[in-house]
């Protein structure tokens, strides 16, 4: 059921998106690429790609919108969404709904909460939501790649193998979240095997097609591309309520403020977002601000609702 | 401006208050009554009062929703945008807009971050918040009061004084947080004269329709109810945006997957609402959860949501 | 029954004290005074007292032994023994015995305990000994004056009233110790009056031949000067030991290493030490390292211990 | 030069030692084995063992001070000296010497101080400890052994595998504190190896006549049992402060109040003392108190210490 416009065909999103993108090009200021692992920080700041797509699948977009990058964290909406899927509320006796107030990687805020995360998009509970996926599946990484293939269209959509390898060598602050949440009972999976899952996970590369179009079942309340149902409305809902409130790292409030939509960045610049019934968006540019976010991605995002007046506020 | 309307003329927003009050009266549950302080203690968790304003100040209400309460916490949110606009951005040096993810009384936070509360709703920060106020009019609450009985049109509005004096006996937590920001430079006032104010602003009685009606401006991106302006469009979006990540305490996120509007409560039993361009709400029942949020106030938005469509997500 | 020996007179130690004084006098690198209040930062760091009595009152001395300095937190040990003196182990319900592993002013694990502070030299658990000392005779800081004038014999004993309104005006850092100590139940008194005695009790002056004599119930194993008994042996035994582990702010590990005797630093650069059953010790130098201790009083210990072989190791 | 004297010939210790075993015997409560792994659960609470080596390697027993138990944390006194005699000073930047103030496996002052353990003696700094005894012999384990078993003169000292095999298996929370040292730059070796190391050395069995003559050196100044010096007597006088201010989990102050002697004790019911120049102790019984110390093995010390005047107060 994707349908893969090209651009010249759109009446709606493409204007706004140039529009963005010739914006965009003459901002100075773009941060830095994340620095942790060799392979992200050899990005150039200043590439930009953006696409919009319409929940039937429908798909504007401008710049590298074709340009696979490292989706990093944006994977952590989708491993929620097929564990609520397969397992429902029991997940949330794993991890909360709220948000963090720390650093991303903080561990002083799970030791004195018992080992339970405060929401899944921490890297804590993400652990936990990739042990339940990888407990549900055995193959976490292979279920999570189907569904993205399934729901972008693009059957080429893979892991980096040298950025997967490059995570796991500089994996100690996650290997630590992971043994301590075990201490507490909380991971299923013997952690090195978790920890193999996830930084597979976290090394898939997709473009901002590819992840607008995946992310597409949020902004149809819960149907997959196919018209199958993934998710109960309520479920949507809740994925979105999360994405808003600690979708950003330590940014969100100031994130709902300038873009007032439900987002989920990622360290390889990626932002996805959702305009619940109207459509979802991706956007990449690899410099990141001083709190992990795309300077050019969050810019754009809020240009965006503004030209558009699609915001939630 | 303010147009008081009566219930019987009505035709919008009046059938859905009287179909969610028959439903609440319906629900067994509670919560229990804030009991830190006597005053608050006594009150039967089964009132229940609701209404609704429309940016041109129509009001529409249920149940108890002339009656006087605790406005406590919600009082937050007009000592903020008293402060923001008289001072600006200046204000976010002093206090942050992001989420805490602790009690909201905690001081473990405040200490890793250099007595800069993370942001406007948690005690920390609304002391820094009414600070302000109290150095921008040298009578805080005066200034509050002012506001509130101009928005409201209620000139009777006023504080409790057996209120403020039990705040007072019982302020110990709040008077660590004064004096401890104090100690990193961050409060301006003598602490004592900042708690009286703030224990006094705290203490300020309203009923739903006043507080429905003091809320406008936010619905109306900015403009009082006498058509001035009081904040810029963008600072009236920032203030929604901050209620909706940081307005319920440590249930900020569960209240947006179950309301999805921006929020804020006060342990009184007071939730006020906000549909940007459409409307303000306010619900009242003394009751609570464990987290501090009315339980038939959640409910009540949550049905008032579902209801009508008015969700963000 | 004090015996103010002549210098002349002493056989034993002041030999030992002149070598100390003239090693301390070629010895760069004094540190710094305290500069949190102007009073004491103007101490000239090159000033060096030492004093030693034997616990028949005899005592001996060095340099500027005779010279009132601000006595600080050395005043804890004598509030302490007042307190177990009058109330015994009861007293230990309020305030641990256990080092606290953090800066000495440190809230973050006062919450994590309840409002119990781990031992009575950091500050909170000094504000919860002050405060049942002035429960136990309704003006503590007149019972600990005439409890070290009686035992050092000097009648002139007193407060520096510069020093404790200085102390008063830079205090919110232990006025928010209080309220929150209060909040927890763990306060009697009303906080500014725990205050008020805490900020007099800090700002009482003393010279080392005063702090040395004064100290002498611990070296009789709780025998005061006029041979009454003020604490079982048992009790002098456990301030020792307490002394020992918690005596010297955030460095009690490195003095019990370098100097091996029990001992309580003041951040006006005075130190007491204890040899049980043969002598106390009090030396003086306003210039502190950077964990508040005095530099040349350390490093002055230090060459008593290994002049005398007096260490406890 | 270890001689092992039979318990007839002994003029000096032999009697008070058969007091104590007389009084331990009578007394009832032993606490409960450590239950965290099956093999030390297991343990009979009423078994109790007690030596005393003297400086030429003359030990005197009671009781089942030749009966071998886990020797667990006694150990980490064992690899400080090791790293201390191989390295130095420059352990120093590697691991604290303060006291914790903490549950001895917290993670939270880890992570407030940058990977750096406060001491040697909680787990973190056990670890950090023995990953440099790694670095600096390629095999901590056989290192320790070899020591261990020159130093008590017993060849047959050896590794339990049941427990080391149990140790991993139940090693989370150490595998969480080594990883997480290990984002910070502070482990040398593979983070699976050091945990491997660390396990085996927590699992080697000793006795108490073992333990008591392995800790000779302590009491010799650094000396070893065959006459060459292992440490200055500068850095034994370091271990022996390190002991008295943190060997015993979260009592340290109350231990050095009972006891007052430098002290290590392991979970596995035995605790090492040190009378230096006179003599070591080690007692042995399994019953722990809530903090992690053998009941009956806290209980002997004190009256060793009672009995024979050889407290450091």
Known sequence: MVIMAEVSSSPTFQPVLERIAAEIENTPGRGRPADYIPALAARDPRRFGMAVAEPDGTVYGVGDWRQPFSAQSITKVFTLALVLAGQGDPLWEHVGREPSGNAFNSLVQLEYENGIPRNPFINAGALVVTDRL?????????????FLRAESG?????????????????GDRNAALGHFMAAYGNIVNPVPVLLDQYFHQCSIEASCADLALATGFLARHGIRADG??????????????????????DAAGEFAYRVGLPGKSGVGGGIIAVVPGRCTLCVWSPGLDERGNSVAGVAALERFTTLTGLSVF
């Not at 199958?228 to 979708?247: D, E, P, V, Y």
Request: charged share 15%; net charge positive.
């Open 134 to 146: 990888q407990a549900q599946t055995g193959d976490a990484v292979g279920a999570l790649l189907g």
């Open 154 to 170: 693009n059957t080429h959509l893979a892991i980096n193998k040298d950025i997967a390898a490059s995570e796991s060598a500089h």
């Open 228 to 249: 199958t149902r993934l998710l109960t409305r309520s479920q949507a809902k809740q994925i979105n309520a999360i994405m808003l409130t600690c979708g950003t790292y």
